[in-house]
């Protein structure tokens, strides 16, 4: 579909798949589905499906928290996911993405890194997050986002056999202690809508990515896009991502 | 003639070359035909065929395709027609007039972004020429675009024009396919016309089309 | 490698995971994963999880690589940072680099690249879980792609590994086996012909050894070409 159309479609306040503005599309949460990675998590939301897997290892702390376990978040936009991507390291569109998941994660504090500290200054567990596209249509951070909270919360972690991990065994849980949830709005002319697919994205003004907490706190948020937006944009924005957050955290 | 019908996959072997007559979608080997896709195996009196279920659009001499212009050149246009190859529209077959290039831009006869229903006169591969000398071509203005697979055009245009009719009929709109898969429309209901398209072109395969495409729009 | 164990890998007749030595693990194929791609397939081969996805034929980019007269296929393998134990910095590896080559040339032969002259077959290849024959999954995943394509092939391409453990001769190897195994053979063939398009060895055998070896995983590869054809054929049923 040319781009004019899917313009035209959005500024009538509607869209072309026939969804209403605020209108997430179907979305599938499979968890564990890479049984021998500590955690995982299949996200399809449309036809946009991403895989998120969560990998254990041990590490040293970051020096000025030495007392912490390290969280460290990649993203891959492999060519096989779509024409747009190109094969080589991470473009700024893959690195932004994962820096905006880690936000997510790491701020609203949903890791217990402190339990997850060995020996403190000397040994930690080091978490994984890696997201992995398998196919581009459209709000590729809400998915990899709700992915990786999703493998996170059904992570375990493997067993530690005098300072040998042994992955075979996984015991425990990862000990989670907040879930947020990202949800990204997007501006079109006077007009804001949820979940655009790859087309809408392609003629958007700007688009907002927030992330909140179960209890209602705000932990992160990424403005992209060339236009700017009012003060009064913004937090018409940051309330439809609220109250939209609560629809997918029953995803979770 | 009898008409069989039936999924086949690359290799398979369709018949004996003694026997049988190998069309498109086979070939011969060891005095065997064989299919060269996944698709539908035909059997029309001796010759033996496979129609491929998807497949990028091959362009064949005489056919009709919607193309959209990417470049103005010296003297013609490339355009994009949704194939793995260009094609180019030179100046000679887009325009009946004299033309002097000295005093004239070419761009007032079509620039890129424009919308052209053409025909294809030539095909050696990679050098694919288009023709507006035809009374169907023209310029497509104000409408929308939307691709489907190229092997399911037959199907969304029907016996005899019978399925587009009635989609056309039903939302009010008007609508040009192109064999190469893209397809144009303008009017009253075209978010319901692309539905309809685009559930051919997934479910073209099975049974029970028709009555459905009549349901998504009746309702 | 070959990792010393002394661990048993074949009791009573029985592989680790239960197999016989001449039983395949668990297959799973679905045609059609990837809807941005022209043809896209995933396989499962107990717990090595490959998807493939091929784009085209299309231009080719960057265009001086373009052939006049035929089709280049270009190939890229890739293993997701968490689909190994340990998990692997993202990014091709020497190791990724080669079996991109081979997989390629694996492939090649199987198809009609004469018909689309001046273009580009991109295969992309993700090994999502391995453990064990990932190579060979993955392009069973990549033959299952280009005919969803509709690209035109000779025949289908089937894979499978073969080796040796314990002096008992298996298909089909897990990750553990392929540790301590004597041998690993990945092959591919273009099935109704036989005729092999990816032959590696790591490991020390008697050349009868390897023959027979070779032979064992041609007719395993017959169970491997079913799955393949009936996933196809499925893809379409309604």
Known sequence: MRPDYVLKVLESGERVDGRKMDQFRDIKVETGIIQRAEGSARVKIGKTDVIVGVKMDLGEPFPDVPDMGVLRTGAEFTPIASPDFESGPPGEDATELARVVDRGVRESES?????????????????????????????????????????????????????????????????ILHEPITVTVGKVSDKFIIDPIKEEEEVLDSKVSIAIREDGKICAMQKSGNLSLTVEDAEKMIDLAVKKSKDIRKFL | MEETREIVIPGEILGDAKENKSSHGTYVEDGKIISKFLGISKKKGDYLSVIPLSGVYIPRREDRVIGFITSVEKVGWIVDINSPWEAFLSLSEAVDEFVDLKKVNITRYYDVGDVIYAQVVDTRRGDIQLSMNTPIARKLRNGVTINITPSKVP????????????????????????????????????????????????????????????????? | MVMKTKEKLIVKGKRLDGRKPDELREIEMKVGVIPNANGSAQVMFGNTVAVAGVYGPRTVHPRHLQEYDRAIIKCRYNMAPFSVEDRARPGPSRRSSEITKVTRLALEPALFLKDYPKTAIDVYIEILQADGSTRVTGINAASLALADAGVPMKDLVVALSGGKIDDTIIVDLCGKEDNYSEADIPCALMPRRKEITLLQMDGRLKPEEVKTIIKNVLKAGEEVYEKQKDALKKRYEK
């Not at chain 1, 065994?169 to 000990?175: N, T, V």
Request: glycine fraction near 6%; include cysteine; charged fraction near 35%.
């Open chain 2, 155 to 219: 199907r969304l245009i029907g016996k005899e024009g019978s399925m587009i009719n009635t989609i056309k009929e039903k939302t009010n709109t008007i609508i040009r396919v192109g064999q190469n898969g893209v397809v144009w429309i303008s009017g009253e209901k075209i978010e319901r016309a692309i539905k309809a398209i685009k559930m051919i072109d997934e479910k073209s395969h099975i049974l029970g089309l028709t009555d459905e495409i009549s349901k998504l729009l009746s309702d």
């Open chain 1, 111 to 175: 890791i217990d890194l402190e339990k997850l500290c060995l020996k403190e200054g000397e040994k930690v567990w080091t978490v994984f997050v890696d997201v992995h596209i398998i196919n581009h249509d459209g709000n590729l951070i809400d998915a990899s986002a709700l992915a990786a909270v999703a493998a996170l919360k059904t992570a375990k972690m493997p067993k530690l056999e005098k300072d040998k991990i042994i992955r075979d065994k996984l015991e425990k849980k990862l000990p």
